[in-house]
């Protein structure tokens, strides 16, 4: 089995240690490069194209975030995680709308950070359980009920396309698990988001933590 690649980028050396320690002693990952700074992790990405990139926001220079966005315009098939200290939904969702895979508190990265590695890795999407709500708007978190009513208008093949693109996973990896076309796959998310008036990956990952739709593994179509 391959290794998962990982790159790590934080401007504080005792975090990037610590990191490092997390992971190096996991036989099936492997650290292809470090970077204290953006344009550092930029540089370190680009020359070896990790499998995952784990960076924080606050950075010098070049921020986490704006390392994101570049990251999903030149490179989309990194995955990125990002690890930080921001627990603010002013942080988190502009993240989630950059591309990231993942978003992990730095009090949760010993107990946590190789899971999230695994999930982004297999293909999904992994939220700190204590800023999942945050990644909510207010009106939405406050009345998931009415967002299950909501699902209930789509059919299950739509609602089961749905959940794994909140999950994180592409059309390519949803059509290959449901064994239908990817131009399928893109004619289920067209009737769903348009059932449920979403209009960005952030707004369906939103909805998909309102219905809990992140901390358990899809339903087949026949469950749903």
Known sequence: ???IRITLTDDHPLV?????ALLQGVEDIE????????QAALDVIQQTTPDIAILDISLPGVSGLEVARRLAAQLPQVRLLALTVHEDHAYVQPMLQAGVRGYLLKRSAADELERAVRAIAGGGLYLDPAIAEKALPSTLGAHASSSTAATSELTPRESEVLRLIAQGFSNK??????SIS????????ARAVEKLGLYTRADIVRYGVALGW???????????
Request: aromatic letters at 2%.
């Open 214 to 224: 992140l901390g358990h593994p899809a339903k087949s179509a026949d469950q749903v």
């Open 16 to 20: 990037l240690a610590g990191m490092k």
């Open 1 to 3: 089995m391959c290794p």
């Open 31 to 38: 650290i292809v490069g470090e970077a204290t700074d953006g």
């Open 182 to 189: 990817i131009k399928t796959v893109e004619t289920y998310k």
């Open 173 to 178: 990896e949803i059509a290959n698990q449901l």
